[in-house]
């Protein structure tokens, strides 16, 4: 047992644990759903899952630096909608070139929210609260209500959803679900083994210690908007390539579902703790739910009441589960001083070990 | 600075602003200040306005509720159906608010008992009473009400003045009462500041949470009741995207989101400015997006501006010595 303990770490048996809820769910769904472990519904649940998990990992990183960015919905929009259009108007354009265009799109839109938090040292909350509004009512006003439609784009692009990469079996295997998954794996692997992105951690555990033992905790903070604006934007062309059809609300209120996706996963919204791969696990798990409760039979009606109290039971007992594990850590040999304090979540002064 | 001179410094900015805005409204438009458009100014969002004074009081109290909108339109959509399946109006209304209460106290339970961030609850709140408000109506519109609930929603009661802004008068009064007047104003204060501090004192911090949650939730029912009189009728979708006006009007209000800053007078100055603004650029034909545009900006530059100013005086400062 000591020797587990020393190995692994209570998140790490958090993800554990919510992988164990989702494998919960599928089954429960499963001996309700005639035909559910069908490949039909991997591919629904992956292709609505992929474009949230995408957005979700930047929102994970500004998370860890204790700030959050609600402007993530409208910059998808933005992007959706303009590179939309540029390809809607030159249907020639090269498919690498418009993916980075969309990206840098988003990218910028991202340095505009880095630049005012960082070094204008207002709130994340206050400037994304901003600038939700202002992308949002700036693609409204040059839009001149047009839409963008999925006859005006070219093939390659209408097409690449249904594109099977490596067919194993009935199983398709779809772009955007390799996409999203490749930018987890990046971003996992980068977050965990790369010294520069540990900084993401120290920076929301502590941000005067981080400060004090010398990190540019501001560059660091701008860099977590840029990417998170980046994938947003990479997020906004998947959009375009899964809808087709755009018009100026696209993403309206995506960023609820990135939020909750996060909260879900398990990184805590207080910085300094989670990972991109918990952040992917809590929208898989909401992606599932919201693709599998209407196949119960349940009306649709319903379903919004149904996912709000499971994002509760998913946070609550992720808590309450995390509580318990971490006494069981402290009490059995690090012996740490983690009293009534350190249990409990929701306090930004709570010991993060 | 100290932390009094930079609250006062605010609401001076806030009132320059409120003036500049007025005498802009008033010399390009003459239906400005006419007593009509006054009260209109107030009526068109008052709901909002209602919801601000309680979102004040959670976000000093260090805490933040999402869920607000979603409890206008639960309350709206049980008080529309009880009256639809019969129930007599009074009866309706009473059930819409105990709603509210209830949906307060879920937010209650979890955050001030079970400890976790509010904001996780209460964005669990916003999709979930959200959800439930349309099992409800599903996608259907009741209206059909009595007429003295549609009267009282849409016609002046005193004067000019409609229950929904006489309501909004008397809740700021009290509101203000209980911030800058009572052992309980205090202690969000307290809890807002420094929860680990206030804990150690002694302070029933669950205690001063829930009181919070469960007033904004029956605050937020209240608006969305006077919302329904005020439409004649009810949706599902009723109230949609609300919180976020509302958190924006607190925040320009110069309410600082890390809890424990800023005062009612601030935010009733920060509501006139956008309620002010809003009216001034529609009638001067400014589109609602546009308007959202400003707001956005004015919110960002409202933190902005002062932090710039302080690091330039800051600068020079160092320079001297």
Known sequence: ?353 | MSALDRLKGWEIMMLALLCAIVALNSIWSPYFLSVGNIVNLFQLSIEKSIVALTMALVIIGGEIDLSVASVMGLAACVMAWTFHEGAPMPLAILLALAAGVLAGLNNAFWIARVGLPSLAVTLAGLIGYRGVARIFLEDRAIGGFPDWFNTLGQQALIGPLTAAILIFFLLFILFAIILHGSAFGRLVYVVGSNVQAARYSGVRVGLVKSALFVGSAFVAALAGILYAARLGSVRGDMAEGFELDVITAVLLGGVSIFGGKGNLVGVGLSLLVILNLRNGMGLADITGNTQNNVIGGLLILSVLIPNMWQDLRDKWKGRET
Request: proline share 3%; glycine share 12%; charged share 10%.
């Open chain 1, 1 to 353: 047992m000591n020797w587990l303990k020393r190995r692994v770490r209570p998140e790490q048996i958090r993800e554990l644990s919510l992988l164990v809820l989702i494998v919960a769910a599928i089954a429960i769904f499963g001996s309700f759903i005639d035909g559910y472990y069908s490949f039909r519904t991997f591919n629904r649940i992956a292709s609505s899952v992929a474009i949230i998990t995408v957005v979700a990992v930047g929102q994970t990183l500004v998370v860890l630096t204790r700030n959050i960015d609600l402007s993530v919905g409208s910059i998808v929009g933005f992007t959706a909608y303009f590179v939309g259009t540029l390809i809607a108007n030159h249907n020639g354009i090269n498919p690498l070139l418009a993916v980075v265009i969309a990206t840098a799109l988003g990218a910028a839109l991202g340095v505009v929210n880095g630049l005012i938090v960082a070094w204008g040292r207002v709130p994340a909350v206050v400037v994304t609260l901003g600038t939700l509004a202002i992308y949002r009512g700036v693609l409204v006003d040059l839009s001149g209500a047009k839409t963008v439609t999925t006859d005006s784009l070219p093939e390659w692009l209408t097409g690449l959803p249904l594109v099977n990469l490596t067919p194993i079996g009935n199983l398709d295997i779809r772009p955007l679900f390799v996409l999203a998954l490749v930018i987890v794996v990046i971003f996992q692997f980068g977050t965990t083994y790369l010294s520069f992105a540990r900084r993401f951690y120290a920076i929301g555990s502590n941000p005067e210690a981080a400060q004090l033992v010398g990190l540019p905790t501001k560059g660091i903070v701008f860099l977590a908007f840029v990417i998170c604006g980046a994938l947003a934007g990479l997020g906004g062309f998947m959009f375009l390539v899964r809808f087709g059809n755009i018009t100026v609300e696209a993403g309206r209120g995506l960023e609820l579902s990135v939020v909750a996706a996060v909260v879900v996963g398990g990184v805590n919204i207080f910085g300094g703790s989670g990972t991109v791969s918990g952040a992917m696990l809590g929208a898989v798990m909401i992606g599932t739910l919201e693709q599998s409760l209407f196949r119960l039979g349940i009306s649709e009606f319903w379903l919004d009441a149904v996912l709000g109290l499971l994002i509760l039971l998913a946070v609550g007992s992720d808590a309450v589960i995390l509580q318990r594990l971490r006494a069981l850590w402290g009490g059995a040999e690090l012996k740490l001083v983690t009293k009534k304090a350190g249990s409990v979540s929701g306090e930004q002064s709570a010991p993060r070990p």
